[in-house]
């Protein structure tokens, strides 16, 4: 991208503000999971921080992260909800149907569109935490291997057909190119 995707900004409000207060509606506790350098937190009042503990290893290690302080505090049952920042269109109403599709029989839930996992946003048990932290430090595992490896729910993007009818909320701005374009409204 060039420079940090949580600090770019739509209406005067960067991505990682925006994720924040959409997470704000639907949950509780909200922690930001960052690597050392990720200190952007204007407009993110009321969130905890957590550097990554395994900088530099991608989502995986930040999502053990995560489920790890979540579970110092937590059943290993109970189910964090996990969202990137870098998906401007994610609404809550979207993520309440994510939420709402819990089950007590998986591990994970996630969501499929055009054949491609989506691991964010997703629901995961904290139980995961030490799973996701083993595998996070094995070169070239990723957050594939522990979907592939627990008991995941997959849904289909017609579960969120009525409150995503655009389907932007699994959208992520990963280029220059891609930022431009939503920019623009494409």
Not at 41 to 52: A, K, P, T
Not at 173 to 183: A, G, L, Q
Request: proline letters at 5%; glycine letters at 10%; aromatic letters at 6%.
């Amino acid at each position: 991208m060039g420079r940090p995707k949580e600090s770019l900004q739509i209406g005067g409000e960067t991505l990682l503000a925006r994720a924040a207060r959409t997470l704000r509606e639907v949950a509780d506790r909200i922690l930001i999971v960052g690597s050392p350098e990720q200190v952007e937190r204007e407009g993110v009042e009321g969130c905890e921080w957590l550097i990554d503990s395994v900088a530099y290893r991608g989502p995986l290690a930040g999502l053990a992260t995560g489920l790890e302080a979540i579970s110092a505090e937590a059943r290993v049952d109970a189910w964090a909800l996990v969202v990137p920042c870098d998906h401007p269109g994610l609404s809550a109403s979207f993520l309440d149907r994510l939420i709402g599709c819990q089950e007590v029989d998986v591990d994970a839930v996630i969501v499929e569109s055009e054949g491609v996992w989506h691991p964010f946003p997703g629901l995961y048990r904290v139980g995961l935490g030490a799973r996701a932290r083993s595998l996070s430090e094995e070169r070239g595992a990723g957050l594939k291997h522990l979907l592939r490896e627990v008991r995941t729910k997959v849904l289909s993007t017609d579960v969120f057909g009525d409150v995503d009818p655009e389907r932007i909320n699994l959208r992520s701005v990963d280029t220059p190119e891609e930022w431009e374009r939503y920019e623009r409204g494409e």
